[in-house]
Nanobody, 122 residues
């Protein structure tokens, strides 16, 4: 499995911005896509945005036009720029990667960061 390290969460007022960062612990990781998920208390974990190694992006309808995902293939990193934050964006945000697992000899999606708290409140 690939270790993912996240940073950038915090407390922000409604309408504010935050930038989340996530990087794989090794530059040797073979990653085909990376994504951000979030989970609010009492809710299931949901996809926020994803990006492939070719730059193709996907967004949840709830964040389109406000959030931007970007990737750095060389450094095995992914970023989430969050603008126009709303209280309903409050959640723990998790980084995920689809990476090659040498033990299983295939790409797997069970690579998660530890999560970073984002709280939007006045």
């Amino acid at each position: 499995q690939v270790q993912l390290v996240e940073s950038g969460g915090g407390l922000v007022q409604p309408g504010g911005s935050l930038r989340l960062s996530c990087a794989a612990s090794t530059s040797a990781a073979r990653i085909s896509s990376m994504a951000w998920y979030r989970q609010a208390p009492g809710n299931q974990r949901e996809l926020v945005a994803a990006i492939t190694d070719t730059g193709r992006t996907t967004y949840a309808d709830s964040v389109k036009g406000r959030f931007t995902i970007s990737g750095d293939n060389a450094n095995k990193a992914v970023y989430l720029q969050m603008n126009g934050l709303k209280p309903e964006d409050t959640a723990v945000y998790y980084c995920n990667a689809v990476a090659f697992n040498s033990r299983r000899n295939r790409y797997t999606s069970d690579n998660w960061g530890q999560g970073t708290q984002v709280t939007v409140s006045s």
